[in-house]
């Protein structure tokens, strides 16, 4: 089958290429091949399977609302009226009643265009203000968002107007200095670009940043970065959007990474884990007052995948009734616990994560770079049954997303997998 694939598809193809497997079926947190072999799937479909594969109330929501409505464009129906009472609700109490919903094509990139276009008409500004390691998306929007990603080599004319700038990454920090010596120095750049009128960076349509960078290698931003970030865009009147497509929905111990920083976005940008067991849907949460959009300002046929509507619904029931977003800061400290006793390794540089976004960020060997020891080690944990993707800066972090309802059996073999890995490529 990966022969067949390599053969008939485009070069694009990406996780097959590092993970070579075929997959036969997965259940929970395991994904059987064609031969037969059982992996423990800490990829998640890209941190989508918030409940593992298949989760059987989900797998019932769904079976139920088959034969009812699939496809329902943005006509109103009560799943998808269920779907976004329930996701504004899911916002802090303080805050829920000052915020819209729109339903975007089914992929985080779709919603990410759809928060720059919302803040772009609703400021009357063109520019956006991008961290440096964030990963946005993939259409040319988004793609335009995205920090030293190797697609972009040679597309020319992508969006103009995006202005980097650092992120709080303090284990290799952006501006050359020692955890000791800094006082959200990253944000200052940021601030002083915004304030100094001789900058080159006009007034922005809108900051957007994630709080926790996924594919930029599992980096928490400091909270007193955040803090300064979201300060300086409310007092200069910039939007500030949070990308949420991989933190949100309860992967990091709140159902948004925001409200653990204590902030409050003017737009949230929610995919991924939205359904619970990777029906694509995705959606922007925004401030009522910026919405200055006319009918039309951002559509696309699939707006009203209703299956996915009833997923995330049942996703919802089993959030609340099992307390599944306390369970996710509970396993999350005991495998970062578990992580950083691996982290004592000579090959491993920094452990890090927040909720169920766990990394590690390997250190280079006598014979190979980083990049190479985290591909080594990505090998070793498949070879013993253990799927994990890379990221970061040069593929130099080993990234771990579990489900959320995963075990601390299960978390406990993939930590033996990973110990066992780690001593393979020491030795
Ligand atoms: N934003 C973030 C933070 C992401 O992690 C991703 C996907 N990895 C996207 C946007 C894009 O989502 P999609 O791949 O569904 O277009």
């Avoid at 203000?129 to 040319?140: D, E, K, L």
């Avoid at 130099?396 to 890995?421: F, G, K, M, Q, W």
């Amino acid at each position: 089958l990966l022969d067949s694939q390599a053969a008939t598809e485009s070069n694009a193809r990406t996780y097959p290429r590092r993970i070579p497997v075929a997959i036969a079926e997965a259940s929970g947190s395991y994904i059987t091949d064609v031969d037969g072999r059982r992996y423990i799937d800490f990829l998640s479909g890209a941190g989508v399977l918030a409940l593992g594969h298949n989760h059987p109330e989900l797998v019932a929501a769904v079976t139920a609302q088959l034969p009812k409505l699939t496809h329902g464009l943005d006509f109103p129906t009560p799943v998808r009226d269920e779907f976004k009472r329930r996701q504004i609700g899911m916002l802090p109490e303080h805050i829920r009643d000052d915020y819209k919903m729109h339903f975007c094509g089914p992929t985080g990139s779709d919603a990410v265009e759809a928060a720059i276009k919302l803040c772009k008409k609703a400021t009357g500004r063109g520019q956006v203000v991008v961290f440096q390691g964030a990963y946005h998306g993939s259409t040319q929007g988004a793609m335009s968002l995205t920090s030293e990603h190797a697609p972009k080599t040679g597309l020319h004319n992508l969006l103009p107007g995006i202005h980097f700038t650092p992120y709080s990454y303090c284990h290799r920090c952006p501006i050359g200095l020692a955890p000791t010596s800094c006082s959200t120095n990253c944000a200052d750049v940021l601030v002083n670009t915004l304030t100094d009128t001789h900058g080159g960076v006009q007034l922005p349509a809108a900051i957007i940043m994630e709080l926790v960078q996924g594919e930029g290698g599992a980096i928490p931003a400091r909270r007193e970065f955040v803090h300064r970030v979201a300060d300086t865009a409310r007092e200069l009147g910039i939007p500030l959007i949070v990308d949420e497509v991989q933190t949100g929905c309860g992967r990091t111990g709140t159902w948004f990474a925001f409200e653990q920083y204590g902030i409050t976005p003017d737009v949230v940008v929610a995919s991924k884990g939205l359904s619970g067991m990777g029906l694509p849907v995705a959606a922007i949460l925004y401030r009522k007052h910026l919405d200055t959009w006319t009918p039309g300002s951002h559509i696309g046929t699939f707006r009203g995948n209703n299956l996915a509507f009833a997923s995330a619904n049942a996703f919802l029931d089993v959030v609340e009734r099992e307390d599944l977003l306390a369970h996710v800061r509970k396993i999350a400290d005991h495998l970062l616990g578990e992580l950083t006793v691996l982290g004592d390794s000579p090959l491993v540089s920094d452990v890090r994560g927040l909720g169920l976004m766990l990394g590690m960020e390997m250190a280079a060997a006598p014979t190979a770079d980083a990049t190479q020891v985290a591909s080594r080690f990505q090998q070793e944990a498949l070879r013993r049954g253990l799927i994990v993707e890379l990221g970061g800066r040069g593929d130099s972090v080993v990234r771990l997303l579990p489900p959320l309802n995963i075990t601390v059996e299960v978390a406990d073999d993939a930590v033996a997998i990973l110990r066992d890995a780690l001593t393979t490529l020491e030795a």
